[in-house]
């Protein structure tokens, strides 16, 4: 892809389109950042790119702007709905992502990693195991670490493992992972996709540049999951914890097994016991890393070392302190209704749970059963506070805390010995906090200062 001397806009001034802007520059093109944000609100970025070079568009973006380029690159947090972008779609400009623009540049193998849920631990944890064994190993893409910052280091032998997200994957085109996972499809982002099936196709198409050659790993236990099998080229591997599948990795009696083909003998990688990762979902995401690191041709024995010696990452059911026989966990990650139940579903009774941030259009109704049975209080903060209590009145006590910090107060000065303190919050962050991490690192703070 000849970059030089191509005029080429960046819509969106966050962490991925800045990368992306000082890449293009330095391979030769005249680059213009589009923001709908403020000058005021992007004072920390503007500096650095027009010192480099790059004009800066703030405050709305321009149609001229756009109609002025050779070709566009959208960031994932941008939607492909935006007037203009339609617009000049429709005049036939070429609009891609960043992760389709990296993709062009990026040596090595690429394995791509989705799901609604367990992307990151699963996407870490598989990095990790490939690292144990010696090969040139990069992870980034939603994880954190934009994936066009990747292409400087990558070579000809890089593992590259990369979290993709459904706002990624709408703008590909010849993105091509050798290993795809879909971890599990359930309602997220419908603010933005409009409709779980829109949503869902978004998903699937990370599977849909990999021809025979190529693996799709699968939960066979997720009937969205499940329906992706009908749409790919690939050789299809499953995972399940519950049953033995035809080839891929599953639990039987206590041990975690890998089947390499149907009608093969199953090998033994290691118990379920020596998982030190908290809750059933994750023995899920361990099934699918260890399906991934097999057909990547890692040993068993490396697997299970890393594995046994993983513990949870940042922001998703990491454990904070104990404090008067209460234990407080910080799943910030949690920031769909699904998550948040699998993070419920991991404590047997006691919870003290915060609810609330920024709605995603998500149905809070669903988790009543689970509520009802496991957890003492929900505190609910943020804008979606009313919508949570609305869908979820009658079914627990609700404690209306409208911020963090009165929500954590709240639940430590109810809590007794036993009990749980679980921030687990089902909604995005950006009402209150600068993102899911912000909001971890509030908690995080606010409950050491108890």
């Not at 994932?76 to 779609?89: A, C, I």
């Not at 083909?261 to 979902?281: C, D, F, Q």
């Not at 024995?301 to 990491?318: D, K, N, Q, W, Y």
């Not at 991490?437 to 050491?448: A, P």
Request: some cysteine.
């Amino acid at each position: 892809m000849d970059l030089k001397n191509k005029r080429v806009l960046v819509v969106g001034a966050g962490k991925s389109g800045i990368s992306a802007a000082h890449f293009l520059l330095r391979h030769g093109a005249k680059v213009t950042v589009s923001d709908s944000r403020s000058a005021a609100a992007l004072a920390g970025e503007i500096p650095a790119l027009m010192e480099a070079g790059i004009m800066v568009e703030t405050g709305g973006h321009g149609l001229l702007t756009f109609r002025r380029q050779d070709f566009i690159v959208i960031s994932p947090g941008v939607p492909t709905l935006t007037p203009e972008v339609v617009r000049v779609r429709a005049l036939g400009m070429p609009v891609v992502g960043e992760l389709e623009l990296a993709s062009r540049f990026l040596q090595g193998q690429v394995i791509a990693i989705t799901g609604s849920n367990g992307k990151t631990t699963t996407t870490t944890l598989v990095g990790e195991i490939l690292k144990a064994t010696g090969r040139p190993t990069l992870v980034g893409g939603n994880i954190g670490t934009p994936v066009i910052d990747l292409v400087a280091e990558s070579t000809p032998e890089t593992c590259n493992v990369l979290e993709v997200s459904s706002f990624q994957l709408e703008t590909i085109e010849t993105f091509r992972p050798r290993i795809a996972v879909v971890l599990n499809i359930t309602p997220d982002h419908l603010d933005r996709h409009k409709t779980f099936e829109n949503y869902a196709a978004a998903k699937t198409r990370i599977t849909e540049r990999q021809d025979v050659e190529d693996f799709l790993v699968l939960n066979a236990e997720d009937k969205a999951a499940q329906m992706v099998a009908a749409k790919t080229k690939a050789q299809i591997f499953w995972f399940s914890p519950r049953r033995p599948i035809k080839q891929g990795a599953f639990v039987q009696g206590k041990n975690v097994l890998f089947l390499a083909k149907e009608g093969a003998k199953a090998e033994p990688v290691m118990p379920v016991g020596e998982i030190t990762l908290k809750g059933a979902h994750n023995v899920e995401n361990v099934l699918a890393a260890v399906t991934v690191a097999r057909l990547a041709g890692v040993p068993p024995e490396v697997i299970r070392e890393v594995v046994h010696s993983f513990r949870a990452v940042e922001h998703r059911l990491e454990l904070v302190r104990e404090r008067n026989g209460v234990v407080y966990y910080n799943d910030s990650k949690a920031t769909n209704v699904d998550a948040a139940m699998k993070a419920v579903a991991s404590f047997p009774a006691g919870i003290h749970l915060i609810l609330g941030g920024k709605d995603k259009d998500s149905d809070y109704s669903v988790m009543a059963p689970l509520l009802q049975e496991r957890v003492r209080v929900v505190y609910t903060i943020g804008s979606a506070a009313e919508k949570i209590g609305g869908a979820l009145a009658g079914v627990v006590k609700m404690v209306e805390a409208e911020t963090l910090e009165r929500a954590v107060a709240a639940a430590a000065a109810a809590a007794v010995k036993g009990d749980v303190v679980l921030l687990a919050p089902a909604c995005a962050s950006f009402d209150q906090f600068e993102s899911y991490e912000h909001r971890g690192r509030v908690f995080r703070e606010l409950v050491t200062g108890l």
